[in-house]
């Protein structure tokens, strides 16, 4: 299959291959969950991580992945989901975010009062994979839902109504980033529910990948520098010189394309990288460090061939 092809290209067993294929047979998507099947942005790189949440997720397990920004964690659940191929259902958790979101609240319908189904709902009755992005902001309300969802039962009880089972290919991931802001640490009962990946930092290798899958015409030493820009605000943001807010793999993307419509790689880059952080002296050393790699005469002809 295409779609599956990118993993043939980084060697991933092709056991685990065969058995992610027989899953896609096996498990038809229902017509009201297709349009939730999507292309992820970027592909993801890493053949171990690939394999041991292959692996996880065929044998109905839900993983949590954890690690710093910028290690792949919602790029790789992304990457899984239309890999299964199956619909995908985002759920953000913030200090509002309560089991009414999750499993679904009442409302008026025809003058009936009809359950209006939340996220995990739908996640679970249409098979999706259902990704709950920062998990550990989640507060006690909406971790009860999980606790439920989670259990090796595979049946979510609905307030008023019945309860529901999962449907066999329905999966959980999860992600969280350390010591955000209103994150906390998860209770052993939940993690208990997980297997755990431990993201690795990008590596030239990964990020090599990346841009040649995304930007197959873009000229060699122009890729060489925009991952030096990475890899070099990595080292520092893992040194402590500087905080994470410039560690965007998403907006130095973002920058190798709008540098395709004629802006300058340089004014490129200050949109997806340096304005990031707001510290003026953060937002120095940075500059510093995308000026050494992007020559602020660059135009779009030393990027693109």
């Known amino acids: 299959m295409k779609e599956l092809q990118f993993l043939e290209e980084q060697g991933v067993s092709p056991a685990l291959i065969r058995q992610v294929e027989e899953f896609r047979k096996k498990y038809e998507v229902p017509a009201e969950a297709a349009d939730r099947i999507v292309k992820p942005s970027m592909p993801f790189y890493g053949k171990e991580i690939l394999?041991?949440?292959?692996a996880g997720l065929m044998q109905g397990e839900n993983l949590l992945l954890t690690g710093p920004k910028a290690t792949g964690k919602n790029?790789?659940?992304e990457n899984l989901a239309y890999i299964f191929h199956r619909p995908s259902y985002n759920v953000s958790f913030h200090v509002n975010t309560n089991s009414g979101d999750l499993?679904?609240?009442d409302t008026f319908v025809n003058?009936?009062?009809?359950?209006?189904?939340?996220?995990?709902?739908r996640c679970a009755e249409y098979g999706g994979f259902g990704i709950l992005d920062e998990i550990n902001m989640a507060k006690n309300d909406a971790?009860?839902?999980l606790h439920a969802t989670l259990d090796y039962r595979r049946s979510i009880d609905v307030p008023g109504y019945d309860k529901i089972d999962l449907h066999p290919?329905?999966?959980f991931i999860g992600t969280m980033n350390y010591g955000y802001a209103g994150t906390k640490e998860l209770n052993e009962a939940l993690v208990s529910r997980f297997l755990v990946i431990d993201m690795p930092a990008q590596t030239e290798e990964t990020l090599q990948f990346i841009f040649s899958?995304?930007?197959?015409?873009a000229k060699a030493k122009a890729v060489e520098q925009f991952i030096g820009v990475f890899l070099d605000l990595q080292l520092k943001a893992k040194n402590s010189e500087i905080s994470t807010k410039?560690?965007?793999?998403?907006?130095l993307l973002a920058a190798m394309k709008i540098v395709h419509t004629g802006l300058s790689p340089w004014q490129a880059v200050q949109m997806g990288v340096v304005n990031k952080t707001f510290d003026i002296f953060e937002k120095e050393i940075v500059e510093d460090v995308v000026r050494t790699r992007i020559p602020s005469d660059w135009t779009r002809e030393d990027v693109y061939a």
């Open 51 to 54: 394999e041991m949440a292959i």
């Open 75 to 77: 790029i790789l659940a």
């Open 103 to 105: 499993i679904g609240t």
């Open 111 to 121: 003058n009936e009062v009809q359950l209006r189904k939340g996220t995990i709902y």
């Open 143 to 145: 971790v009860s839902v």
């Open 169 to 171: 290919a329905a999966r």
């Open 213 to 217: 899958k995304m930007f197959p015409h």
């Open 246 to 251: 410039a560690l965007d793999l998403r907006g």
